[in-house]
């Protein structure tokens, strides 16, 4: 379950970031929050960044935080951004509906979200 929360500086706080609280059975077992950053090669884009606790870790928690937080967001294009090297992770957010958009310049593995929009070419698309 998500709990939306008002964020912090860096994690999903301001008028331009979300953040929710990840409970299971009633207890706080993670974060996940969305950042308006503006990176190259990317420019202005929504970063979706996601904390598990460790004991939780493994029990597919991650998957479903990445779908949920995805489709409560405002934005209707999300990147994440993870090490290459953590596959638990692309795998989480691969089944949320991400996928590899990785450029060969890339140090991180960039994987990308969109939401079916009724009107191609709708402004908020990118946003």
């Not at 597919?60 to 937080?69: C, L, N, Q």
């Not at 957010?93 to 310049?105: K, L, Q």
Request: glycine residues 10%; hydrophobic residues 40%; positive net charge.
């Amino acid at each position: 379950m998500l709990v939306r929360t008002r964020g912090t500086k860096g994690r999903g706080g301001g008028p331009d970031g979300e953040a929710w609280r990840i409970e299971l059975d009633g207890k706080r077992c993670g974060t996940v929050f969305i950042n308006l950053i503006d990176a190259p090669p990317l420019g202005l884009h929504a970063s979706l960044q996601i904390y598990l606790n460790l004991s939780i870790q493994g029990r597919r928690i991650g998957r479903v935080a990445y779908a949920k937080a995805v489709q409560a967001s405002r934005y209707n294009v999300i990147y994440a951004h993870m090490q290459k090297a953590n596959i638990a992770s692309a795998r989480a957010a691969e089944e949320a509906g991400f996928v590899d958009a990785t450029s060969p310049e890339e140090r991180q593995k960039v994987m990308v979200w969109r939401r079916h929009t009724e009107a191609p070419g709708d402004p908020t698309e990118y946003i």
